[in-house]
């Protein structure tokens, strides 16, 4: 498919006619044959989305390849452009030569494209919507060529680069992109640090958990001087918000991250030296002909196609297709509140109890159980487990040798021998899971050990999730057996210190529109004990109402949900929260954002069947009141989740009225879910 592709861009006169494409500065409705004569000249094109909205600009400037775009905003005088991207650099400099100046215009290729398909672990079931394409060949000084391939969707913009087999030369490395992204002076960002490696944790880090900052200023230096980690959400005042990321990474490149800001432009940075030990290059190599992965824009003026977004799904293929078929769902995990010491086998016959008394798929068996069970009785308790309904998931430790993690097991998913013989004896058992913590960072050897571990689990039937880990880019549609990662200030955060309780609401209304806008989120929350230990008698105190905690349920997005709930909750909370938490779901069909601003409150709807689930969350300091269209619950009667004003939860039937206007209640820290179809 590359080879051919590549032959249509070196084929002359096969420029589609779509009128999607239009010179820069000519009029509008000339036909494609007198804008490629004006191709020598100009050098610019404009590409438009199927509804005619979004426009991505490409073009060359003095030799050096560039992009912008916006949307356009219609007015009493007619269509404007709003430029929310200003002009940003493109390109790579590679080991076969330089690709980001000097460059001439060669050839182009416009098209349109139907993106199809089913999805179960993200945010739609299923995607079907248009795109119109553009790919651009350049040349550099030495003649040798580069593609440009751009997708625009309504909203939406994906990029990635081509480079062909350059005569004898079989494979490149690339030892910096120039790939940019500029903002207009007025945006503020939201934005979160990439950390120094090899600090932290038993060393444990960059692995995405970091702090965000909300509407910071562009020219503030990031906390450790590295930049930011993507998603970066972008807000350019009142012309809207942008969302930047990658997507479609996989072993044949490293994760990426945004350098600090010079003057609005957020250059692409490659993985720092120091990660995974100082092992393994920061400078990505693939074979040719070959792609980088797609850098991802989504633009509007609301928040909607921002939540809304499919965009790290519809350019991705998947890598592989699997002969298992693989059951998302909820679990239960004793070590969240009752930590290390509960890793043996009475505790976790206890929560595997709890998630057979819940009607839960799944018990997670965290850290150490090689240690304080040992594999003989983590046979028995797989035994007992598969006996009471219930399948689990087994902990791993992915190094190797680029952290001081001792909890166990240890050095086993690093290595393709050791791996391979431990995955035999988790099928053999039973094991339905694994859970692997504390990767090295973002280059491409870490890349590499994701996809392998996908990979090999696939064989044996066995669904991954991801910790201490870098953003998934693409991957749900990509491996089929993927259902989590962490990269992000998760539950433990809770437990491990007060601010990060103070911050909860604040965290919370900010994942909707960034964290888990590209990518599902194994947060391993929802909490009903109001202190934070083994006993709900010590420890952090939670200062979200309950409601806040069922909200986040359907907050956030997880095809495979870890809830912090404890085995007392069973018999000490309102018996409505413990039904809810039965009966909510972990795929969803369709996701709808309604209100919000990231870090302030959020309100969205999910749809499973029939079932509608909205939820509202609120971090100000304020009750909040809103009035909330809701047109799917029109007339119907629902559940209503909510708090009382003295911060109880309370559940009573209610209608939505026939206009489809909900009125919300929500308490600082506190929240609403509404349930019904
Ligand atoms: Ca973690």
Same mark, same amino acid.
């Given at each position: 498919m590359k080879k051919r592709f590549y032959a249509a861009v070196l084929l002359a006169g096969v420029f589609s006619s779509a009128g999607a494409v239009r010179s820069g500065s000519g009029p509008e409705n000339i036909p494609a044959s007198a804008s490629m004569v004006q191709a020598a000249q100009q050098e610019e094109r404009t590409v438009v989305s199927p509804d005619g909205a979004t426009f991505l600009k490409v073009g060359l400037k003095e030799g050096n390849p560039y992009y912008k775009a916006g949307r356009y905003a219609v007015g009493k005088d007619g269509r404007k452009e709003v430029v929310m991207l200003e002009e940003s650099p493109l390109g790579l400099l590679t080991d076969i030569g330089d690709f980001s100046r000097g460059m001439v215009w060669r050839k182009e290729e416009t098209g349109s494209r139907d993106i199809r398909y089913d999805l179960e /672990?993200?945010?739609? +079931?299923r995607v079907e919507k248009k795109a119109n394409t553009l790919t651009i060949g350049l040349a550099n000084a030495e003649n040798k060529e580069m593609a440009v391939e751009f997708v625009v969707e309504d909203h939406n913009i994906a990029f990635r680069y081509y480079l062909p087999k350059q005569k004898e030369t079989g494979s490149v490395r690339v030892l910096r992109e120039a790939t940019g992204f500029r903002f207009p002076a007025k945006t503020t960002t939201f934005l979160t640090p990439q950390s120094d490696a090899m600090i932290g944790w038993k060393r444990t880090k960059p692995s995405y958990e970091e702090e965000y900052k909300a509407d910071a200023p562009m020219d503030e230096p990031s906390q450790y001087g590295h930049g930011y980690t993507f998603p970066g959400l972008f807000h350019v005042g009142e012309d809207g918000w942008v969302l930047v990321s990658e997507t479609? !990474?996989? +072993? /044949?490149y490293c994760g990426s991250r945004l350098g600090d800001a010079r003057d609005g432009l957020y250059m692409l940075e490659f993985p720092m030296? &120091? &990660? @995974? @030990?100082? @092992?393994?290059?920061?400078e990505p190599a693939f074979a040719l002909p070959g792609y980088t992965p797609w850098r991802t824009v989504t633009l509007s003026q609301g928040l909607a196609p921002v939540v809304e977004t499919t965009i790290p799904w519809d350019v991705v293929e998947p890598r592989f297709t699997s002969e298992h078929k693989y059951k998302m769902g909820r679990g239960t995990w004793?070590?969240?509140?009752?930590?290390?010491? +509960?890793?043996n086998y009475d505790d976790q016959v206890r929560y595997i109890d709890m998630a057979a008394a819940m009607g839960y798929e799944y018990t997670l068996v965290d850290n150490w159980w090689d240690n304080n069970i040992g594999r003989k009785r983590m046979e028995e308790l797989v035994r007992y487990a598969r006996g009471k309904g219930v399948e689990l998931f087994l902990w791993y430790s992915s190094s190797g040798y680029w952290n001081d993690i001792e909890q166990g097991p240890i050095n086993i998913m690093h290595d393709p021998i050791t791996r391979k013989k431990e995955m035999r004896w988790l099928r053999q058992q039973g094991v339905k899971g694994i859970k692997v913590d504390f990767f090295g960072g973002d280059k491409q050897e870490t890349m590499r050990l994701y996809e392998a571990i996908l990979s090999d689990a696939d064989d044996h039937g066995l669904m991954v999730i991801f910790h201490g880990c870098t953003l998934p880019r693409g991957w749900e549609r990509m491996y089929p057996n993927y259902v989590g990662s962490?990269?992000?200030?998760? +539950? &433990?955060n809770l437990i491990f210190a007060q601010k990060f309780c103070d911050n909860e609401a604040f965290n919370a209304t900010l994942h909707p529109f960034i964290r888990n806008a590209v990518g599902c989120m194994e947060f391993g929350g929802t909490f009903l004990n109001k202190r934070l230990n083994r006993g709900n008698d010590g420890g952090t105190y939670r200062m979200s109402t309950d409601i806040f905690e069922l909200a986040t349920a359907v907050a956030f997005q997880n095809p495979v949900q870890n809830f912090a709930l404890a085995p007392n909750n069973l018999t000490e909370q309102p018996k409505f929260e413990i039904d809810f938490m039965k009966e909510?779901?972990? !795929?969803?069909?369709e996701v709808r954002f309604l209100d919000g601003y990231p870090g302030r409150f959020v309100v969205l709807a999910r749809r499973h069947g029939e079932d509608w689930y909205v939820a509202a969350l609120n971090a100000g300091k304020e009750t909040l009141r809103l009035t909330v269209e809701l047109p799917m619950l029109a007339g119907r009667e629902v559940n209503h989740y909510f708090d009382k004003s003295d911060g109880a939860p309370a559940m009573e039937r209610t209608k939505v009225g026939r206009n489809g206007r909900f009125k919300f209640t929500l308490l600082p820290d506190g929240g609403a879910v509404l349930s019904g179809r």
């Open positions: /672990r993200s945010k739609f +079931s479609g !990474v996989d +072993s /044949r030296d &120091e &990660e @995974n @030990n100082g @092992n393994g290059t920061s004793s070590w969240i509140l009752w930590q290390d010491g +509960s890793i962490e990269a992000v200030l998760a +539950s &433990e909510i779901p972990t !795929v969803w069909d």
